[in-house]
């Protein structure tokens, strides 16, 4: 169960990106934010595992205070919360298999990372989530030699080696275009349904959102503008997440 | 906000530009004058012919030699024609002289002809008296049939009319096949010594660089906080820690240096330790503590300790070895590798003391933040408050006496305690700031980070003022006199009383602050950690490496290993700094990524940072190489070894035929290197 409670971020320069923003998720939900660009997602996700530390607010990650973690209790932390990126910030220059290997740090010693040493069974696990995202036989490709679907998939089972209970995903398939939006789509699902992974995932457009969420929750400037089930999201409920002038554009 | 009419704005603006332009103009005229361009001088016709015969020779610089053979035949002469007299002639051989007319005095002009010389070659006259001292006369040229005419002037020489000399003709021509001259040989092996010496300033300053580029890059920096007490009581146990470091590893070192140097028990040794430690490390790895418990803190200090101790005992035995090592290795090839390792070696046990109080440092600092994390988090308010003001009386202190000890070294370094003072309050207020002021009142952020930064820079300036008085500064910046060596006796210890005071001064802002701040505020450790290594690279950086060679000459004597010190130290700071904004510009994104898995630090630095920078740093490196040897020409001209102490020599001996050898021979080196390093650059970047 993850609690969010009066959420609020001010950056150094004075933007206020989220304003008091509080609800809560079961474990097992696939939740979908949307919001128009500067909505505060981003924000948002990155506060769940403090990449940002949030400016007021609590939260609560099954009894633990996220916010008040030490850098150790943190990364305690870290390691079971996945998350994957709209620029799927893979390590361009080093392998697929590094990369997804690199999902394990947090378990690992961290004398023997250092140089590169993994043991066997993670490099079997690696390969097997490489297998689960249909990619094993890039395992030892550089990572920048894939496109993007197939690096937004390394992104996937990087995120899998951390063994995760919830997965942040920021945007994940804004770079990619609508077939492989779809594919990557279809693999969160996956994990949401075969996994019980709770997911958590930014999206642009409402109409993948209506597809993938069991939940919708809409920001508007930091603040909550909505949080319910997709089909709850008429015209009124639509024109006041993403403004008067916005015409629905649906993505096939 | 434009009411103005448009038309009256485009006035404004050709008014702006026009005061510009003049403003310009004058700022010319005056770089014209002080910079004292003249015309009459660079049409001076002396010295267009000196330049022109310096020039000339450096255009004809002596790379080749070749051997000569030469044949010598004189005339005699009568000095002052005497009616009637004339003078003996030498028998006409192969090869011989004639004179005419064969007496004259000193302005006359006479004629010299040769016959039977070597064919196109040239002959050197020189006037002989009969006290034998010789004066060269002119240079000729031999026709191809071996003969050649010239006039000569009879030169002011002292000697009684009637008095016979002679006029000596040397032909010279080469024979056999051109060499290398004994210049070229010279400019050969200082330019192997030149890039030698770049090269060996390059890599000695690439891996301290690099530690010291991480720390100066902010994007590293910027997440390392830590609470205050923490820090502080880290910093506190620095020199605690160095201390018993020095009194407990240092016999660790001494005994992996005595087995060392019999190499086998010094090998057996090492082995042994790293082995121990790895077998410990998997056994305590294995074990599943909770974080934040007693045993798991106990676990990670423990396993600290053991990685010290075998660390330093391996340091002792590399030293040991390496000193072996050199003491066997003696003959032919092998000797330069003996000399290297023995070299090494005896370094390696000289910054042995200096390894030990870091280890023990390092460690106690570590074993302080570890343990005092977790209970610092729980002290209540006023416990808080009072532990903050002891231990930031005790850190202030201790941070002051380092900077008196450093301006007890030199005049201008007084300015340091005023200074960290001043950066101390600054710090400070800003940190109370946040924590009484602008707390709970996130929406005015700008508002209050401006009145946050008027307020920091009122306190630096008043503390600095107080501070300059206290301890009088101005002795050591307007007198330059060190500071007054005067003594507070306390019975047990005696201390200096300048250094009491800025203790003093550091306690009372570090005690205040701590009070005020508690323990349990956010403290930028990373952000200290990055000004002070950015203060050091800049520092470092605005020394002319010029001055460096010059002090490094003093300090080792004039040779290239005073050039390797001087670029060494320069290309460490240009290196430091233009790596660090490498790694500033890296892209943040896996950065964030690997952060998210629960990585630590260097996890991350290791995973996300390095393989970005690999590809620039190793450009940089290249083009630092290229630059070092360039410069090193200009240190060798202070004595720092190398082709440019060789130019320097040549230039002040005036022989340009020299020195347009070693002009000649940089100037291909840099091409090449130049050449070399775009190319790799391009291939990897
Ligand atoms: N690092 C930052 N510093 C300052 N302002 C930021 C920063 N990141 C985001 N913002 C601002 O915060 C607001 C929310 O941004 P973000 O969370 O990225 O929105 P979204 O992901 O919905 O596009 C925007 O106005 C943005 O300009
Ligand atoms: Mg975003």
Known sequence: MLKIEHLTKVYDTGVQALDDVSFEIPDGQFVVIIGLSGSGKSTLLRCINRLIDPTEGRIIWNGLDITAATEEDLRQIRRRIGMIFQQFNLIKRSSVITNVLAGRLGYTNPAWSLVNHFSKVDYQEALAKLDRVGIRDKAYVRADELSGGQQQRVGIARALMQDPELMLADEPVASLDPATSHSVMKYLELLNREDGITILCSLHFLSLARTYADRIIALKDGRLEFDGLPDEIDDARFRAIYGEDAVRVEIA | ?685
């Open chain 2, 1 to 685: 906000m434009n009411d103005k009419p448009a038309s009256s704005r485009s006035v404004l603006r050709r008014i702006v530009i026009l005061v510009g332009v003049l403003v310009g103009i004058v700022v010319y005229a005056i770089g014209w004058q002080v910079t004292d361009i003249s015309l009459e001088e660079t049409q001076d016709p002396t010295r267009q012919e000196v330049m022109q015969r310096a020039l000339r020779e450096l255009f004809a610089p002596d790379i080749f030699a070749q051997e000569r053979e030469s044949i010598v035949t004189s005339a005699n002469i009568m000095l002052g024609c005497q009616e009637g007299q004339t003078v003996e002639q030498p028998e006409r051989t192969e090869h011989y002289v004639i004179i005419t007319p064969d007496c004259g005095q000193r302005g006359d002009v006479i004629s010299v002809e040769g016959f039977g010389f070597e064919p196109d070659s040239d002959v050197f006259l020189r006037w002989v008296p009969p006290t034998g001292q010789k004066r060269p006369l002119v240079r000729a040229d031999i026709d191809g049939e071996g003969h050649f005419l010239t006039q000569i002037e009879v030169p002011g020489i002292r000697g009684d009319a009637g008095q016979t000399h002679q006029i000596e003709a040397e032909g010279s021509w080469p024979v056999g096949l051109p060499r290398l001259s004994q210049t070229t040989l010279l400019v050969l092996e200082k330019i192997v010594e030149t890039i030698f010496l770049a090269l060996m300033a390059t890599t000695i300053a690439v891996p301290i660089a690099v530690l010291l580029s991480f720390f100066s890059a902010r994007n590293l920096m910027r997440q390392i906080r830590t609470p205050l007490g923490t820090a502080l009581i880290g910093f506190v146990l620095v020199p605690v820690g160095g201390w018993l470091g020095s009194l407990l590893l240092m016999p660790v070192v001494q005994l992996g240096l005595t087995w060392g140097k019999g190499l086998a028990l010094g090998l057996i040794g090492a082995v042994a330790g790293i082995a121990a430690y790895g077998l410990v490390a998997r056994y305590a790895n294995a074990l599943d503590l909770p974080t934040g418990h007693f045993q798991f803190h106990l676990r990670r200090v423990g396993m600290n300790l053991l990685l010290l101790v075998v660390f330093v005992f391996v340091f002792g035995a590399v030293a040991g070895i390496c000193v072996w090592l050199g003491e066997q290795l003696q003959e032919g090839i092998l000797g330069y590798l003996g000399n290297f390792l023995g070299t090494l070696g005896l370094l390696l046990e000289l910054v042995a003391g200096a390894v030990a109080w870091l280890a023990g440092a390092l460690l106690a600092a570590t074993i302080g933040m570890e343990f005092s994390r977790d209970w610092l988090r729980h002290l209540a308010e006023p416990a808080s408050s009072v532990l903050g003001a002891v231990l930031g009386a005790l850190g202030g202190a201790l941070l002051l006496a380092l900077m008196a000890a450093i301006a007890n070294q030199a005049a201008l370094l007084g300015i340091l305690p005023p200074f960290i003072a001043a950066t101390l309050a600054m710090q400070l207020v800003g940190m109370i700031y946040k924590r009484w002021v602008s707390r709970g009142r996130p929406q005015a952020g700008r508002a209050h980070a401006t009145a946050r930064l008027i307020l920091s820079w009122v306190a630096a300036v008043i503390v600095f003022a107080l501070t300059y008085a206290f301890l009088d500064t101005g002795r050591s910046l307007i007198d330059g006199r060190l500071p007054a060596a005067t003594v507070w006796d306390l019975g047990l210890v005696s201390i200096q009383t300048f250094t009491a005071k800025a203790m003093l001064i550091g306690a009372v802002l570090g005690g205040l602050g701590g009070f005020l701040a508690g323990t349990q505020s956010s403290f930028p450790l990373g952000m200290a950690l990055y000004n002070t290594s950015r203060t050091i690279l800049n520092a470092l950086r605005a020394v002319e490496p010029l001055i460096m060679g010059i002090v490094f000459v003093i300090w080792v004597g004039i040779g290239p290993f005073a050039g390797v010190l001087a670029l060494t130290l320069h290309s460490i700071a240009a290196l430091g700094k233009l790596y660090s904004e490498q790694t500033e510009n890296i892209d943040p994104g896996p950065l964030e990524a690997i952060q998210a898995t629960g990585a630590t630090w260097l996890q991350t630095v290791v995973y996300a940072v390095i393989p970005q920078i690999v590809p620039p740093y190793i450009a940089f490196t290249m083009y630092r190489w290229d630059i070092n040897v360039r410069m090193s020409t200009i240190i060798g001209f202070v004595g720092g070894g190398g082709i440019g102490f060789l130019l320097q020599q040549q230039i002040n001996l005036l022989r340009y035929k020299d020195a347009g050898v070693a002009v000649l021979a940089i100037a291909i080196v840099v091409s090449i290197l130049d050449y070399a390093s775009a190319s790799i650059r391009e291939r990897i970047v």
